[in-house]
């Protein structure tokens, strides 16, 4: 028994005729915490459980906390979150649902995260949101579920915050042969840590992050992260504000479902661009998000710009 779910892996028509590849979709969107975060979160939750932890620490008001308040819910463990004031309401009350403690401290994450850890005693155990090799592991089940149906993409698409869906991706696919499967890693314009590293060819820290995709919002991605890009074929890949939140608006028109601007950004390079062309068969991660509301997704809409 596993916290996350295995998902549904559907062919798109809307997505397939909008690039003219077969794109392929798995839909962690559909996990019980909103995102794919569950796969390694939960992992990680239950080792630490199995080790005596008697309490989880978060300091992510994102879907990262999501999923540790969902683990310690099903686990019978209390969750503590903390979060910078600039977390929206919306999160907050997503973290209570769950019947995570939520306390806001700090005007910035870096402020919430140093009481976090001040919380961390012998009995409790801090999750990250990146980066942890029990994240990773977990988030590898993603292509487990996808090599037992038998489908092999030519190319998995995925979305790069600190990069532990990618080390996850990674992992899996060199756990099951898939070496030559390129990964193409997907962030937007302002939060763009990874593409920095690999164009620097070492760790970079960004100055600042200005992109509406808060869940991409790493200013320097794990190790791990640009390590896999040397131990397997990664291509980075940008797009802008706009075209992941106009990708949001499509998915939902195509397949009703409703993901963060950190999930349209994977989606977009299918929708927008032509930088798939060279693959026949495509997975995308549609890694979910719960923290956008269609209001928001709407008025962000409204008011990025095309380039
Ligand atoms: C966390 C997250 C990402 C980025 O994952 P990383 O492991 O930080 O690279 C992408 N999309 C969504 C919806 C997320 O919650």
């Known amino acids: 028994m596993t916290l996350h779910i295995p998902t549904p892996l559907i062919e798109s028509r809307p997505l397939s005729q909008a690039c003219g590849s077969n794109m ?20 990680a939750c239950e080792v630490h459980h199995a080790r005596g932890a008697r309490r989880f620490v978060s300091s992510s008001g994102g879907n990262a906390g999501l999923a540790v308040a969902y683990a310690g819910r099903k686990l019978g463990v209390p969750v503590t979150v903390v979060v910078p004031e600039t977390t929206t309401e919306r999160a907050k009350e997503l973290l209570r649902q769950e019947d995570a403690e939520v306390i806001v401290h700090g005007s910035a994450w870096h402020e919430a995260n140093a009481l976090a ?39 998995v698409v995925l979305s790069v915050g600190g990069g532990g869906l990618l080390s996850g991706v990674v992992e899996g696919l060199q756990r099951n042969g898939w070496v030559d499967v390129p990964v193409v890693a997907v962030e937007t314009e302002g939060a763009a840590s990874l593409h920095a590293a690999m164009r620097a060819g070492h760790s970079v820290e960004l100055q600042q992050l200005t992109s509406i995709a808060t869940s991409l919002g790493a200013k320097r991605v794990a190790d791990q992260a640009l390590a896999s890009t040397r131990q397997h074929p990664v291509v980075s890949q940008l797009v802008s504000d706009h075209q992941a939140v106009q ?32 693959y026949r068969t495509v997975l995308i991660v549609v890694c979910g998000g719960a923290t956008a509301t269609l209001a928001q997704i709407q008025a962000w809409a409204a008011s990025t710009r095309p380039q």
Do not use: M, N
């Open 24 to 43: 392929w979709l798995k839909l962690d969107a559909l996990q019980p915490s909103g995102s794919f975060k569950l796969r390694g979160v939960g992992h």
């Open 117 to 155: 850890q001040t919380l961390v005693g012998a009995d409790a155990a801090f999750i990250h949101p990146f980066d942890d090799p029990l994240l990773w592991a977990g988030h590898a089940s993603l292509v487990d579920e996808v090599a037992q149906t038998g489908l092999k993409p030519d190319a």
């Open 247 to 278: 990708a949001c608006q499509q998915f939902l028109h195509d397949h009703r479902l409703l993901v963060e601007p950190a999930c349209g950004a994977a989606l977009a390079l299918a929708y927008s661009t032509q930088a798939l062309a060279a």
